[in-house]
């Protein structure tokens, strides 16, 4: 119904100049914000992947951590258990055990270490690609006011209010350019 009457508004021969230029600000304003919606949608759904690889990652050092500590605990065991037995066959074999079981330890612990640092990559990337989203969201909410504005001026044939919407979309489009910009400049 809007864009009817835009259209119609920019046929009549008493028309101020500018009623022609409503369509095509509200045409490339809708281009806009059709970009921003897809585009926020993408980066929501990629933040959603690198929250839940992050869970994965602090799942798997969790376990490596777990591990780390059960070695801890059979060599201390073994350990102990050296010092109460006088089997010198038992001895050794405890011996072997403990020796065996400290030597995984520090790769249990070097791999809890870097799975923590691979789930902080990943949930800063994460928090990064929402705080883009979140500047195309207001992008977009820029955009929309833009072409309520422009309809609006169609509308009541106010020039004030069409520059107020060719300001708000230039806006959502910087904002936009802003965001790109920060994307590709700031990748990680």
Same mark, same amino acid.
């Given at each position: 119904?809007?864009?009817? /009457? !835009?259209?119609?508004?920019?046929?009549?021969?008493?028309?101020?100049?500018?009623?022609?230029?409503?369509?095509?600000?509200? #045409?490339?304003?809708?281009?806009?914000?059709? +970009?921003?919606?897809?585009?926020? &949608?993408?980066? %929501?759904?990629?933040?959603?992947?690198? @929250?839940?690889? #992050?869970?994965?990652?602090?799942?798997?050092?969790? *376990?490596?951590? $777990?591990? +780390? =500590?059960? *070695?801890?605990?059979?060599?201390?065991? %073994?350990?102990? $258990?050296?010092?109460? &037995?006088?089997?010198?066959?038992?001895?050794?074999?405890?011996?072997? =055990?403990?020796?065996? &079981?400290?030597?995984?330890?520090?790769? $249990?612990?070097?791999?809890?270490?870097?799975?923590?640092?691979?789930?902080?990559?990943?949930?800063?990337? @994460?928090?990064?690609?929402?705080?883009?989203?979140?500047?195309?969201? +207001?992008?977009?909410?820029? !955009?929309?006011? #833009?072409?309520?504005?422009? %309809?609006?001026?169609?509308?009541?044939?106010?020039?004030?209010? /069409?520059?107020?919407?060719?300001?708000?979309?230039?806006l959502g489009v910087l904002t936009t350019? +802003?965001?790109?910009?920060?994307? /590709?400049?700031?990748? #990680?």
């Amino acid at each position: 119904m809007t864009a009817a /009457f !835009v259209k119609k508004a920019a046929e009549d021969p008493t028309a101020p100049t500018w009623i022609r230029y409503v369509a095509m600000l509200t #045409g490339a304003l809708a281009a806009v914000a059709g +970009y921003l919606t897809v585009r926020s &949608t993408v980066l %929501s759904n990629q933040a959603i992947y690198n @929250s839940n690889q #992050g869970v994965l990652y602090q799942a798997q050092a969790s *376990d490596a951590w $777990a591990e +780390y =500590q059960a *070695d801890s605990v059979k060599a201390r065991m %073994s350990e102990i $258990a050296m010092k109460t &037995t006088k089997d010198p066959d038992a001895i050794q074999w405890l011996t072997v =055990q403990d020796v065996v &079981t400290r030597d995984r330890q520090p790769q $249990a612990k070097k791999d809890a270490q870097d799975l923590e640092l691979e789930r902080n990559d990943v949930l800063a990337h @994460s928090k990064r690609l929402l705080g883009e989203r979140d500047i195309l969201q +207001y992008a977009g909410m820029a !955009v929309q006011l #833009g072409i309520a504005l422009a %309809s609006v001026a169609a509308l009541t044939r106010r020039y004030d209010a /069409f520059m107020a919407g060719v300001i708000c979309g230039v806006l959502g489009v910087l904002t936009t350019g +802003y965001a790109l910009a920060a994307h /590709f400049l700031i990748k #990680g």
